[in-house]
């Protein structure tokens, strides 16, 4: 059986390619703001209707986290070795972009890749030379936007209320977390006072104010800490961002939003389609923010929050 690269551009769709095309073998979809799929901002693998295994992304824009995209291929590969369909996120023409796919094409190792017409993609590289083939245009965007909508409208209707200590989890995807948390004591003495939160990690000081910080406190926190650069957030950015709970695995087993952040007791609130009592070991926060509404409010900055 072959395995194949199905490689598009914002313009087109491998929908109703797909479904001609198929013929039961098992699907990967990398592209995390697909409107056919499940749930916008994650990946998903299908064997026969239904997905088999998902992978938050967290993000509707590939380039937000490269790294996840190829080791989800690698996953898919240990299930399905031979006959795996692989559907590219739109491709641009931009050199990480570029990088990534030619990354997926030497892990997947396919039979075939095919490029929808119009893709201006250099096809030099690929381990098997690309054939053009022609595919349905992609509805204009404001139709994904509301088909995305509906899914997400669908996604809050299996969500409740969960309150997670985030010094129990380890985060993902974000900033918050992955430093040496300063007490409300070395808050103080680093002139910090107006911070509900904040952290050092490596040469790089995080901190989470809803006030604005004067540049001589900024200098002192920094001679404190020992740091030679601070990044500041405010608490607020927090609230409706996509988020995943995952177990010690990695496997994600519900996907909801962030709803507030006690950072006094370092509690979180989450709309999450988990079951209580969720058996949370990992907690993955994206890019993109979506209100319980369904829309979808913007992404934050790389590593910004």
């Known amino acids: 059986m072959p395995r194949t690269l199905l490689i598009g551009n914002p313009s087109t769709t491998w929908r109703e390619w797909i479904k001609e095309n198929r013929a ?28 088999v295994s998902t992978r938050f992304f967290g993000s509707l824009d590939a380039q937000r986290a490269p790294h ?62 690309p054939s053009e083939v022609t595919i349905d245009k992609a509805y204009p965007p404001l139709v994904q936007l509301a ?51 904040a952290e050092r990690s490596g040469a790089t000081l995080f901190v989470v104010s809803d006030m604005e910080t004067e540049e001589s406190d900024v200098a002192a926190a920094l001679d404190f800490t020992g740091c030679t650069r601070a990044h500041f957030v405010a608490p607020g950015m927090y609230r409706n961002l996509l988020c995943s709970f995952a177990r010690q695995s990695g496997e994600d087993f519900g996907m909801g939003i962030l ?16 079951v209580p009592p969720a058996p949370l070991r990992i907690l993955r926060i994206g890019a993109l923010r979506v209100d319980s509404n369904g829309r979808e409010l913007g992404e934050v900055r790389a590593w910004q929050v």
């Open 24 to 51: 039961g073998r098992p699907f990967l979809c990398l592209d995390p703001a697909d409107a056919h799929q499940l749930i916008p901002g994650q990946l998903c693998c299908y064997n026969g209707a239904k997905p």
């Open 68 to 129: 996840v995209l190829v080791s989800t291929v690698a996953q898919a590969l240990e299930s399905y070795p031979d006959d795996l369909i692989v559907q590219l996120f739109p491709y641009r023409s931009m050199p990480l972009l570029r990088q990534v796919t030619l990354l997926i094409a030497q892990l997947l190792r396919p039979t075939e890749i095919l490029i929808a017409e119009g893709t201006e993609i250099e096809q030099a590289g690929f381990p098997v030379g």
């Open 259 to 274: 709803t507030e952040i006690d950072w006094q007791s370092m509690r979180a609130q989450a709309l999450c389609s988990a």
């Open 147 to 197: 088909q995305r909508k509906a899914l997400w409208l669908r996604m809050f209707e299996n969500c409740v209320n969960h309150s997670i200590d985030l010094r129990k989890v380890s985060i993902e995807g974000a900033r918050l977390g992955t430093g040496i948390r300063l007490t409300n004591e070395e808050r103080q003495k680093a002139q910090l006072k107006h911070s509900v939160y």
